[in-house]
């Protein structure tokens, strides 16, 4: 049975724990509401730049060849002898010729050179046979391998060293006191120094010295006689000019 409130009987009052829920409640309905609104609000998130060493990296990546174009100056030791003739040596007349070389970068460290270029040399009679005055004329084709070791923490100037293998063909010879003369192609060692200096990314100003051991056999005759000797030529090779680094 139900029992009526006394007349004039308080009403109760609503538990503290009902208004907290009824607050939550309005508060998360607001939140849940609110929530597209501020996110469209906000703004998107740009993505990072991109670092400037990568950058620098891309801008500065530069193609492993390079090439030279140098003025050589070709100063030979003047030095040989005939086979047979005491007292016999030879002297070799000195040039300066256009050259140009190519250099291949494995590394930034690690390269390789080959050197294209032709030069002559007049070979006179010296010593005991200075009398013959320029037995012959040869002109020398001697291209030049060598692996060269680059330093590259001095900035614009770049130096470097290498060592390598070089062979040298003799053409278009010819004979003046002898009847004939024929220099035989060899292979000889090389070894080099020398440096860039880069006026910008692509352009620089080099000098190289190169030391060839070259030292040819050759067949003369002379007066009916046929000889036999040595030709010690072993020349420095002193170039400038410019570089070009693609």
């Known amino acids: ?3 009526a409130t006394p007349r004039g009987a308080e009403p109760r009052s609503t538990p503290p724990r009902s208004i907290a829920g009824k607050l939550l409640g309005a508060l998360a309905l607001v939140a849940v509401t ?4 501020l996110a469209a609000d906000l703004p998107e998130p740009t993505p990072p730049a991109e670092a400037p ?3 620098a990296a891309v801008t500065k990546a530069l193609s492993p060849w390079q090439v030279r174009l140098r003025a050589l ?3 030979t ?3 040989g002898s005939v086979n047979g003739v005491p007292g016999s040596d030879l002297s070799f007349s000195d040039t300066v010729v256009p050259e140009l070389d190519i250099t291949y970068f494995f590394t930034d460290n690690i390269a390789a050179e080959l050197v294209l270029g032709t030069t002559y040399a007049d070979i006179n009679g010296k010593g005991s046979i200075s009398s013959l005055g320029q037995i012959g004329k040869v002109w020398l084709l001697p291209p030049t ?3 060269q070791y680059h330093f590259t923490n001095f900035g614009a100037f770049k130096p470097y060293i290498g060592a390598g293998v070089n062979y040298t063909i003799f053409y278009n010879q010819s004979a003046d006191s002898a009847q004939s003369l024929k220099v035989k192609n060899t ?3 090389a070894v080099q120094v020398g440096f860039d200096y880069m006026l910008n990314e692509h352009w620089g100003f080099n000098v190289d010295v190169k030391k060839l051991y070259l030292q040819p056999d050759f067949d003369v005759n002379v007066g009916g006689t046929p000889l036999t000797g040595t030709a010690k030529l072993n020349p420095w090779l ?5 570089t070009y680094r693609f």
């Open 1 to 3: 049975m139900l029992k």
């Open 34 to 37: 609110a929530a597209p609104a």
């Open 53 to 55: 060493a990568v950058q």
């Open 73 to 75: 100056g070709v100063v």
């Open 77 to 79: 030791e003047n030095s």
């Open 145 to 147: 391998l060598t692996l």
């Open 187 to 189: 292979f000889g060692a």
């Open 238 to 242: 002193i170039g400038t000019g410019i």
